[in-house]
Structures are given as structure tokens and as C-alpha cells.
């Protein structure tokens, strides 16, 4: 009987800490809360500094907003599990892969405040004989 009792000890100690250790890749609520305010800011910066423009902040910020819907649905148990934290970082990747493609593709907008002309002209597509838009 102890010895029963021993190994079943045993067992849920080990099954404890390999749950723990397979769960320490995915981040938690607060890291992707941390990441969500991350990319937030990145559109914002290119808002204002010309590198997206208002159609590509408009699909970003969408985006945005459907990640913070499915996030608030997950946590409307109190919880999040491995499967919807996995679903949440693969969500943020995607989006952080959108974000960083958008703000470097070739289409740009004068900056905000800047005096505004009827196409913005990027110097580098200039030379090229392009013109924006």
C-alpha cells in the first residue's frame, strides 16, 4: 500500500513539473498584453512618421482589434489555457510580421504636420522613375 501511494506521489510530482516546464515557452497574459501595447505603438510611430498609410493603418489597427476580441473572449473564464495562449502568440506574430511588412514596403504619405502635396513623392522611388500611390 505505501508503496502505491509512493509511486502515485511520484508520478503527480513529475507530471507537475513537466506540465510547468512545457508551459514556460508560451508567454503569459502580461507579455502579451506587453506585446500588444508593443505593436500598438509600432503602427502609431508609422502613422506619424509617414511609413503607413491611412489604408494600412486602418487594416492594422482592425487587426488589432480582432486579436483584443479573441484575447477578451479566452479570458472569459479567468484563464488562459496552453491552446489559446499558443493561438494568442501566433496571432501577434502574424500581425508583427504585418506590421513590420507594411511599414517597409514602398508605399508612403508625408508625415503628419507636414505640408501636404496632391501625391507624396519617396526619393528613393523618385529616382527610380516611381511615383507614389
Do not use: Y
Request: overall charge positive.
Amino acid at each position: 500500500m505505501k508503496k502505491t501511494t509512493l509511486f502515485l506521489m511520484l508520478t503527480q510530482a513529475v507530471s507537475f513539473f513537466l506540465a510547468v516546464d512545457a508551459l514556460a515557452g508560451l508567454p503569459r497574459a502580461k507579455e502579451i498584453a506587453q506585446k500588444q501595447a508593443a505593436q500598438q505603438k509600432r503602427i502609431q510611430q508609422g502613422i506619424h512618421k509617414g511609413s503607413l498609410t491611412t489604408v494600412e493603418a486602418q487594416v492594422l489597427k482592425r487587426e488589432q482589434r480582432k486579436i483584443r476580441r479573441i484575447k477578451k473572449r479566452f479570458l472569459a473564464d479567468g484563464f488562459l489555457n496552453k491552446a489559446e495562449r499558443r493561438k494568442l502568440c501566433a496571432l501577434q506574430n502574424q500581425a508583427g510580421a504585418h506590421i513590420r511588412r507594411l511599414k517597409h514596403n514602398w508605399a508612403v504619405r508625408p508625415p503628419l504636420g507636414a505640408k501636404r502635396h496632391c501625391r507624396a513623392v519617396d526619393p528613393k522611388r523618385m529616382a527610380a522613375g516611381l511615383l507614389a500611390g
